[in-house]
């Protein structure tokens, strides 16, 4: 039997990625989701930035087409804005965003299972259905593809909660425009 060294360690990528509190890397996708808001979910910075909402509904969808491609299917994609970041209504409530969490946590249990059915490591190296890549790249791009969003989404919580709190910088308090100031107190690497 081939060993299935690599597939284990690619579960543990995304199960830590997704739910670890002793991520290396920082808080994982639920520990930033935690403390989010309906409210802040479905608010924009500004009207061509994407909510809170819709990267959450993104991250879903290319959990969704993970697993499609595991499961063979070449025809699956996700060609639209629809498909891809949703068609979320303007504003959020409490229903629709727990929903929403729940799909990301579904999706992140079938892509688990998924993962689970193999024996062994050899699918790795097969190129994904209807795409030019193995799933050895589909499977770490997932990984480093929530690692991207998660900062995004950690972003956009500072930013929108400041706005919240009824910060008001002028221009000349910092003239990149950064909700922050020019201070280092907000700043996580510092």
Partial sequence: ??????????????????????AWHGPSV????????PELAGRRVTPNTHT?????????????????????????????????FGALPD???????????M???????ELINELDKRDDDEF????VPGRGYTYYD??????????????QIMILKKIL???RAGVHLQEEDDPYGSPFGQSRENDDYY
């Fill in 1 to 22: 039997m081939v060993p299935n060294d690599e597939l284990i360690r690619i579960i543990d990528l995304l199960n830590t990625t997704y739910e670890s509190e002793e």
């Fill in 138 to 151: 589909m499977l770490h791009g997932i990984v480093n593809h929530d690692l991207y969003h998660t900062g």
């Fill in 91 to 101: 504003r959020i409530d409490g229903f629709e965003w727990e929903a929403l969490q």
């Fill in 124 to 127: 790795l190296e097969d190129i």
């Fill in 161 to 163: 909660q400041v706005g």
């Fill in 52 to 84: 809170i909402a819709e990267l959450v509904f993104h991250m879903t969808s290319w959990r969704i087409f993970c697993v499609k491609k595991m499961q063979g299917d070449a025809d699956f994609d996700i060609t639209t804005p629809a498909k891809d």
């Fill in 30 to 37: 639920v520990e930033v989701l935690r403390e989010v808001t």
């Fill in 103 to 109: 799909e990301l946590s579904l999706s992140q249990e």
